[in-house]
């Protein structure tokens, strides 16, 4: 304990995700004083049509602008 | 926020991924008033030799009948 | 309910899921006397590289040493 | 299967409760043709003070604001 | 790594959750040949009005027979 | 996206929750180049009774020590 999940649309090399999991382990050591060996990383990769926001899949060619509507439209 | 995470078994198609973020979406906007926009939905496949119940593996040839048990049988 | 997920870097084969799904049930049947047709239990396989303890990568030459390091050495 | 699982910051009354529980089961169940009673969801609440977004805990008096960030500003 | 979590209705003690976690912890060595002090087990309550099943909140006066529809109903 | 959850078992202050919001959130958007405002971060408070390790509950008195165990003994 504490264990940090991180859910990941974008891909990530394996060196990217050995650098995130030591950045993320080494703020909460030195934020929380726990020690680094008590804390856990697990990262998820999610994949682009699995993940929407608004509504929207994010394989969606307008997304930028569609995941930010405050209102939801009629069904397409 | 909020977050709306389904673990499905039932292999989608990209256009029902799609119709379900969009269905989910917009009936928690409709019922509790949040902006469309501050709405994720994620949704995970679990392939079927990962998921049980009452203790039988989904793939169990009679899955429908013993996953409807109330006692636990001795181990197989 | 209740719902087990059970988060694995072990590869098991498909007879060790089967038995660990009927023992994981069993046992939370047994303890807690919930009928046997309410309980889900869900195996997510985390790969490697996507699992991290103490700040290094599950793949670490020297992981079983490291990841039981209770201070944060600087980034590499 | 499916769980649906949702992340809540709206503080929700049990009829609001009871209602998103129909509706994100009578959707699935309609797009996917999955039996009713297959499918569970869960509710979690998560208090204003455990969620942030762009760096910011949702508790901050600008959020809407600040919580459209793109750059990370220094640490305060 | 493995890590364990268990999203319990029922409420417990303080000693069935302790049985709890020694039992899945043993199960899962057992079969797994992975050793103890890698095993975690993470309990969450969840109460009664956040979980449903086909639609009806695990509340419902007559959730046992509610809950086993296979088709949705009307919104009431 | 990315949405990154923290199950604690340290309580932590509203500042400290705070700090860790903004730190885990920079660096996950300095190491991968994510805007900040689409990164999410959830904290999930777990009470001691809620968590154990290598099958002992975190409020053994001798937790420390017994969490290290490599085998499991027989049921107390």
Known sequence: MP???VELMT???K???KKLIFELTKR???LLGIPAE???VVLHDVISEDW???GYLSTHV???KVSRKLEMEKEE
Chains 1, 2, 3, 4, 5, 6 share one sequence.
């Open 3 to 5: 264990i940090i999940k």
């Open 11 to 13: 891909p990530c090399s």
């Open 15 to 17: 060196d990217e995700k």
């Open 52 to 54: 929407g926001r608004a």
């Open 38 to 40: 008590k804390i856990s």
């Open 62 to 64: 307008d997304f930028e």
């Open 28 to 30: 909460t050591h030195d």
